[in-house]
């Protein structure tokens, strides 16, 4: 009797065990399931903010490069302002003085050098103007006088526009033979009076750069 009872006992034991070790694989699966997939949620968060903050390091990268940049602008710029005002305190040493032979309005080939270089110059000033002015001697009359100087005058704008120097920033004046004064057959004088003047002038001060 009492050995039969501890077979039942045991018996039963071997089941109620088997059936605990057949539903644990279950829960167990459950579980890895689960931790796996929070795992798999942490590692995406992980990457998410990695690139994140690797793109917030580019945007600053590009934003520090973008200083620099407008710093090195700001301070070429800084550098032509200084060079132009540099400039522009000794355009009173600028001018030019064309000289033409009798009757004849076209811009010598010697002038030409240092009208395109003054030109250039004068191109690079917006704040700079050229008035040129032609004469001529006493021969002729006044009213021929009047249009060669302004011929002269204009060949001499046409050299200067094709060295940079916009029409609009060039005044051309004619003044005939009304401001010769060499003598009556003086021909060295009429020499010089035969010429175009170049003059630099400067808007802001109302001075008028002159090379005499």
């Given at each position: 009797m009492t050995t039969m009872t501890s077979k039942l006992r045991l018996s039963a034991l071997g089941l109620s065990v088997a059936g605990c070790l057949t539903g644990l694989p279950a829960h167990a699966g459950a579980a890895g399931a689960?931790?796996?997939?929070?795992?798999?949620?942490?590692?995406?968060?992980?990457?998410?903010?990695?690139?994140?903050l690797?793109?917030?390091?580019?945007?600053?990268?590009?934003?520090?490069?973008?200083?620099?940049?407008l710093d090195d602008s700001l301070a070429q710029t800084r550098a032509r302002d200084e060079k132009l005002g540099a400039t522009l305190q000794q355009a009173d040493q600028l001018g030019l003085d064309v000289s033409f032979r009798t009757d004849d309005d076209g811009v010598a080939v010697q002038a030409m050098g240092?009208?395109?270089?003054?030109?250039?110059?004068?191109?690079?000033l917006p704040q700079a103007q050229l008035r040129v002015a032609g004469y001529a001697d006493p021969r002729g009359s006044p009213a021929y006088n009047e249009q060669l100087s302004r011929r002269r005058a204009a060949s001499v704008a046409a050299v200067l526009t094709a060295a940079g120097v916009p029409q609009e920033r060039i005044l051309i004046e004619a003044h005939g033979n009304a401001q010769a004064s060499a003598a009556d057959g003086d021909l060295d004088a009429y020499a010089l009076e035969r010429r175009v003047t170049v003059r630099v002038e400067l808007p802001v001060s109302g001075q008028v750069a002159r090379r005499d």
């Amino acid at each position: 009797m009492t050995t039969m009872t501890s077979k039942l006992r045991l018996s039963a034991l071997g089941l109620s065990v088997a059936g605990c070790l057949t539903g644990l694989p279950a829960h167990a699966g459950a579980a890895g399931a689960w931790l796996g997939d929070r795992y798999h949620r942490q590692q995406a968060n992980a990457a998410t903010l990695t690139a994140d903050l690797d793109h917030s390091e580019a945007q600053r990268a590009q934003l520090t490069a973008q200083v620099t940049q407008l710093d090195d602008s700001l301070a070429q710029t800084r550098a032509r302002d200084e060079k132009l005002g540099a400039t522009l305190q000794q355009a009173d040493q600028l001018g030019l003085d064309v000289s033409f032979r009798t009757d004849d309005d076209g811009v010598a080939v010697q002038a030409m050098g240092p009208l395109l270089k003054l030109g250039a110059l004068v191109a690079s000033l917006p704040q700079a103007q050229l008035r040129v002015a032609g004469y001529a001697d006493p021969r002729g009359s006044p009213a021929y006088n009047e249009q060669l100087s302004r011929r002269r005058a204009a060949s001499v704008a046409a050299v200067l526009t094709a060295a940079g120097v916009p029409q609009e920033r060039i005044l051309i004046e004619a003044h005939g033979n009304a401001q010769a004064s060499a003598a009556d057959g003086d021909l060295d004088a009429y020499a010089l009076e035969r010429r175009v003047t170049v003059r630099v002038e400067l808007p802001v001060s109302g001075q008028v750069a002159r090379r005499d």
